[in-house]
């Protein structure tokens, strides 16, 4: 049988993951014939443990810059497949063995390809799924760009190497304490705002970007700022565009401006929209006092379809917070549909199951 492990470099960055880098370097070991670790700067054991599970370790100063630790990696790989992971996250075996297939197969060649990123606690049952390119040729075209949130996407289409979708799983399991996130993004923010001194200068991803770290400091009002900046930089319809009006949306609730919510519509038609945009649409109309609408919004989230989205998003998670939304209607005139609500909401939580449209409307009848 053909060894695909001679066609595989797998390639991360870290700084102080000894809780982590064990697991994620034994998850591809027996994938990837080299394991190349770039370290930033640890002070624990990450690089004595990486050297145990078999990597070459590189030290790389920190420049404020992720691009470059990234490049350092595939610079150091001599795979024909690279391979990218960050410490935290891992390959359950049936992504193991989804990657071994693709790569051995004749008509995977000159593509990169979309692994479906899954950030969990309960072992990937339930989550915030995105699609991110971690699997991609190793040619010397291909390189990381940007310095925080960084993305290998623009030298790929420079070099007309197609990106593929994939439903292959990566697990991520690593979360911050409430204090080293806002440190991340105190970090990350000083840097976007240096490619976004100007309104209108910079990618609009940069502004996207910008937006999520300001709405993670709890900066709303200069959050929604980048968002519609974001938007205006874009065209209707381009998925940047519509992330834009959808996290957009969420500042606009935070800020309790729900007239301004309904202003708010993409491209696509309605069935097509965002789960998030649907729920928070229908909770603006629900708090305008048009129960009515804000319940045909709410049931729509139930009829969407679940596939990884900009941005990304539990849909577990979404119907839930939509379901409540429901119950606290009836709360008061069928208080016996609201525990009905209810039950069907622990029963979600308790299974990982997302609820259907059909269900609700049973529960509604109680």
């Not at 949130?149 to 409430?178: D, F, K, M, W």
């Not at 939304?325 to 990982?352: C, D, N, Y």
Request: hydrophobic share 40%; proline share 4%; charged share 25%.
């Amino acid at each position: 049988m053909h060894d695909t492990r001679l066609h595989i470099s797998l390639a991360l960055i870290a700084r102080n993951e000894e809780a982590h880098i064990e697991r994620c370097l034994k998850s591809a070991s027996g994938l990837a014939a080299e394991m190349i670790v770039v370290d930033t700067g640890s002070t624990d054991r990450t690089k004595e443990i990486a050297i145990t599970c078999g990597a070459k370790v590189l030290d790389f100063p920190w420049i404020d810059d992720f691009s470059a630790a990234r490049n350092q990696a595939l610079e150091a790989a001599h795979g024909k497949w690279i391979l990218v992971l960050d410490a935290d996250e891992f390959l359950p075996p049936a992504s193991v063995q989804a990657i071994r297939t693709l790569t051995s197969s004749a008509d995977a060649a000159d593509r990169a390809y979309h692994l479906v990123n899954k950030s969990t606690t309960d072992e990937g049952r339930t989550g915030i799924s995105g699609l991110i390119v971690r699997l991609f040729p190793n040619d010397p075209r291909v390189r990381y760009e940007w310095p925080v949130h960084e993305q290998v996407v623009t030298s790929l289409q420079r070099a007309n190497i197609p990106v593929e979708n994939t439903q292959i799983e990566i697990i991520h399991t690593g979360y911050s304490s409430p204090e080293v996130n806002a440190a991340k993004q105190e970090r990350n923010l000083r840097i976007l705002e240096g490619m976004t001194k100007y309104a209108g200068n910079g990618h609009p991803m940069a502004w996207f970007l910008k937006g999520g770290a300001l709405l993670d400091l709890q900066r709303t009002g200069e959050a929604l700022t980048a968002y519609v900046q974001c938007a205006d930089m874009t065209c209707s319809g381009d998925s940047i565009h519509e992330a834009a009006l959808v996290r957009r949306a969420s500042c606009l609730a935070d800020l309790k401006r729900f007239n301004e919510i309904r202003a708010i519509r993409p491209a696509k038609h309605e069935a097509e929209w965002h789960p998030e945009l649907l729920l928070l649409r229908g909770q603006a109309e629900i708090s305008l006092d048009d129960i009515q609408t804000g319940l045909v919004f709410l049931h729509r989230v139930f009829e969407s379809q679940t596939f990884p989205r900009i941005p990304a998003y539990d849909p577990i998670r979404v119907r839930i917070r939509a379901l409540m939304s429901i119950a606290a209607v009836w709360e008061k005139s069928a208080p016996g549909r609201a525990v009905a609500m209810l039950r069907l909401a622990s029963h979600s939580i308790q299974t990982g199951r997302e609820i259907s449209l059909s269900e609700v409307l049973a529960a509604e009848e109680n």
